[in-house]
C-alpha cells in the first residue's frame, strides 16, 4: 500500500484547507485510514480516521466541528476537509492506513506542511 498526501499551504486563521491522500496498491474494505499531525518540537498526534468500506470516522476533539474526513472509493482518494483553522493547526499532516484487525498504522504517506497564521 502506498500513500501520497498532498494539499497542505499557507493559510490564515479562520481560513480552510484539504488534504488529500492519494491510495494506491492492494487495500480491502477492511482497512482504517487516517490523519495525524506533527507540530514543530512535538510528538505526533491523531486527528481524524475513517473505514474504508462504511465510511465510519473519528475525530480527535481538539478538530471536532471544523475538520472533515472523506473518502472517495472510486478514486482511492482520501480527504481531509479542514475549516476554521487555527494556528495551532500549524503542522506537518500525514495519511495513514491499517488493517481493521490491528490498531498499528503499518503504511504511511509524506508529510505535507500545513502552517495558519495569526
Known amino acids: 500500500v502506498q500513500l501520497q498526501a498532498s494539499g497542505g499551504g499557507l493559510v490564515q486563521a479562520g481560513g480552510s484547507l484539504s488534504l488529500s491522500c492519494a491510495v494506491s496498491?492492494?487495500?480491502?474494505?477492511?482497512?482504517?485510514m487516517a490523519w495525524f499531525r506533527q507540530a514543530p518540537g512535538k510528538g505526533r498526534n491523531f486527528v481524524a480516521s475513517i473505514t474504508w468500506s462504511g465510511g465510519r470516522t473519528y475525530y480527535a476533539d481538539s478538530v471536532k466541528g471544523r475538520f472533515t474526513v472523506l473518502r472517495d472509493n472510486a478514486k482511492n482518494t482520501v480527504y481531509l476537509q479542514m475549516n476554521s483553522l487555527r494556528p495551532e493547526d500549524t503542522a506537518v499532516y500525514s495519511c495513514a492506513a491499517r488493517a481493521s484487525s490491528t490498531m498499528v498504522y503499518h503504511y504511511w504517506g509524506q508529510g505535507t506542511q500545513v502552517t495558519v497564521s495569526s
Open positions: 496498491g492492494h487495500i480491502t474494505s477492511t482497512y482504517v
